[in-house]
């Protein structure tokens, strides 16, 4: 078994008295498709800030390849090859949608390079004829599509994605399934999504969160029909 | 067609600035120019403000404090060296050293929004209460006399480099002030083009955003906050050499003033800011003549200019660039005879190139990128949180 690519050991973040993620120890391999469910308020989110450097932990430890990334800037950690997708999708209104993916393409290639690969993640996640639209006048599935092609265009090692599918229509659906697909023959990357249809399609192994917690983890074909993840969603207190 | 539209707004600029510039100084008198060079190193205080304000989102409610500390180290040196060819360099440096040396503690230690208008705003003030009681020998520096509130009446005018002894004629300080103007503007738009400028228009539009994709945002909003402090020192040099250095020039009146000028001029264009800026020093000037007329002697400038400021914010929000933009646009669309590639009744139009083009009538001025934020009726940015 080789070296994880992201490792989490009792990741604690709290806020006043409380605990928003509790004690978390996570390990995700190289080029591994992980799930996140969990109900709403199990942690999911606060957790991938805390990987990001939008929080800085309470307690806890957070491992990209071996080094410790916890506490450090957000510019710091997206240099070292991470790059999320935020659950709202975070893109530059006022500006167009090709502007919006240059940026992203830009921090890590100059001049022309930046151009060819902006072309390539706009392509790929299928926004070329709407290039030139304003990204504060798209629809909330475009938006998350831009945001999308901006995660993809640096090309990070570790991609993030905070609910993916969330106001897309079932053509976005099929394109972000494809494209989850295409991109984890290269990437790691994890997954927040509430659409257990949209879990069935791409995912392998899921890890739910409840309460802040690890409740278990394991092959989606268990996990979904697992007695505590049904009750912990039905909001039924876990056995 | 719409690649067309950035260009010629680009050229009109640039032939009314060359008019200005060559124009003025054949024909106009003596009090005219000296009044033009005043409006034109307002012109590019105004930049300056337009540059970190309406393109990286920083409200400086301090500007005036770069601009009085560009005025005042100009005269100091110039008085001192004898030649003011060096003063002047030191005059853009020193502001530009003393914005670093601020920036680094406001970008480094996170201060929001909010905070750093009130920082900026306080650091100003200081400025001018400290300037404001430099009266008497001990506050001499080296032969130059800081002045108190009398300021600095002997503030030496430019000589022609290497020559000194040699002033420049108010015409010669003009057509420097213009040309200045020109480059200034221009260099800002050439900035805005880089990548540099790039990053720092989506700085503006979200902070939290340009940090996830691997930027340092303190390093950017640092640079074009020097910037922005090396063009008002600039500006305050030019105005040193139209009028003389005086404790004002750190006034809360002029901090305001500057950005009274963005916020009718437009929020978000560089253009905007100096054509509201010459507006309202020509207003404020005629204003000021109107209390000689019989039956006007009420006629107080500060208020006339506080009440067009509230019409502006309440009606007019986002500028007179973008009501302009406005104007263009309903007459074209009311243009009594059939447009080109007019798309017929009962057809869907094409979104796209509608949008497109109403974009570009609004981005005439305004290039790189088409936004205007709104200012908020308390004048903040909006919230990139």
Redesign the interface.
Request: hydrophobic residues 40%; proline residues 0%; aromatic residues 8%.
């Given at each position: 078994m080789t070296a994880p690519i992201l490792q989490t050991r009792g990741l604690t973040m709290r806020f006043g008295g409380v605990i928003a993620v509790n004690g978390v120890d996570f390990s995700l391999q190289e080029a591994e498709l992980r799930c996140l469910i969990g109900p709403n308020g199990a942690g999911k989110s606060t957790f991938f800030k805390c990987l990001t450097g939008q929080l800085r932990p309470s307690h806890g430890d957070v491992l990209f390849r071996g080094h410790s990334i916890a506490g450090s800037q957000s510019h710091a950690i997206a240099r070292h090859g991470v790059g999320i997708k935020t659950q709202v999708p975070s893109v530059f209104d006022g500006l167009s949608v090709r502007e919006n993916v240059w940026l992203a393409a830009a921090r890590v290639n100059p001049g022309r390079l930046a151009d060819t690969m902006t072309d390539a993640a706009l392509q790929r996640v299928g926004i070329g004829a709407i290039a030139g639209r304003m990204v504060g006048q798209l629809a909330h599935g475009q938006r998350q599509l831009v945001e999308l092609a901006m995660v993809v265009a640096p090309e990070p090692d570790l991609i993030l994605l905070d609910e993916p599918a969330a106001g897309m229509t079932d053509d976005e659906v099929d394109r972000l399934v494809d494209l989850i697909k295409e991109l984890n023959k290269r990437h790691a990357l994890v997954v927040v999504e509430h659409d257990m249809q949209f879990i069935r399609r791409v995912a392998r192994t899921v890890t739910v969160f409840h309460q802040g917690a690890i409740l278990v983890e394991g092959d989606v074909a268990d996990i979904l029909v697992d007695a505590r993840v049904r009750d912990v969603y039905l909001g039924r207190q876990a056995a | 067609m719409s690649r067309l539209l950035p260009v010629l707004g680009n050229i009109a600029v640039l032939v009314a600035g060359l008019a200005a510039l060559f124009g003025l100084p054949a024909f106009a008198e003596t009090y005219v120019i000296i009044n033009a060079t005043i409006f034109a190193s307002f012109a590019i205080l105004a930049l300056s403000l337009a540059l970190i304000w309406g393109y990286a989102g920083i409200l400086c409610f301090g500007q005036a404090a770069f601009f009085g500390l560009g005025g005042y180290t100009y005269a100091v040196a110039a008085i001192n060296f004898g030649d003011t060819t060096g003063a002047a360099a030191l005059a853009v440096a020193l502001p530009a050293l003393f914005a670093a040396l601020l920036g680094y503690f406001m970008f480094w230690g996170r201060i929001s929004d909010v905070y750093l208008g009130v920082i900026t705003l306080t650091v100003s003030l200081i400025l001018y209460r400290f300037v404001n009681q430099t009266a008497g020998e001990q506050w001499n520096i080296g032969e130059a006399p800081l002045g108190g509130f009398n300021g600095i009446p002997s503030t030496p005018i430019l000589n022609w480099p290497g020559r000194p002894g040699e002033q420049l004629a108010p015409e010669n300080i003009f057509s420097l002030a213009a040309g200045l103007l020109i480059l200034v503007y221009f260099g800002c738009k050439a900035l805005l083009a880089t990548?540099f400028g790039?990053?720092v228009?989506?700085i503006?539009?979200?902070e939290?955003?340009?940090?996830?994709?691997?930027?340092?945002?303190r390093r950017y909003k640092l640079a074009i906050f020097v910037v922005g402090g090396a063009v008002a020192g600039l500006s305050g040099l030019m105005f040193a050499n139209s009028v003389f250095v005086s404790p004002t020039m750190f006034s809360l009146p002029v901090s305001g003033q500057i950005i009274i000028w963005v916020i009718i001029g437009g929020l978000g264009t560089l253009i905007g800011p100096v054509i509201g800026c010459i507006l309202m020093q020509v207003l404020t000037n005629w204003l000021g003549t109107l209390n000689q007329v019989p039956g006007f002697g009420w006629v107080d400038p500060n208020l006339v200019l506080g009440v067009i400021l509230m019409v502006f914010v309440l009606l007019v929000p986002k500028g007179l660039m973008a009501l302009a933009a406005d104007a263009v646009r309903w007459v074209v669309r009311n243009l009594p005879f059939p447009r080109r590639g007019k798309v017929p009744e009962g057809r869907k139009g094409d979104v796209?190139s509608a949008?497109?083009t109403g974009?570009h009538l609004e981005s005439v001025h305004t290039s790189p990128?088409?936004?205007f934020?709104p200012p908020s009726p308390s004048g903040g940015r909006k919230s990139s949180a």
């Open positions: - | 990548r790039r990053v228009v989506a503006r539009e979200n939290a955003r340009v940090a996830l994709l691997g930027y340092d945002t796209r949008s497109a974009s990128f088409r936004r934020a």
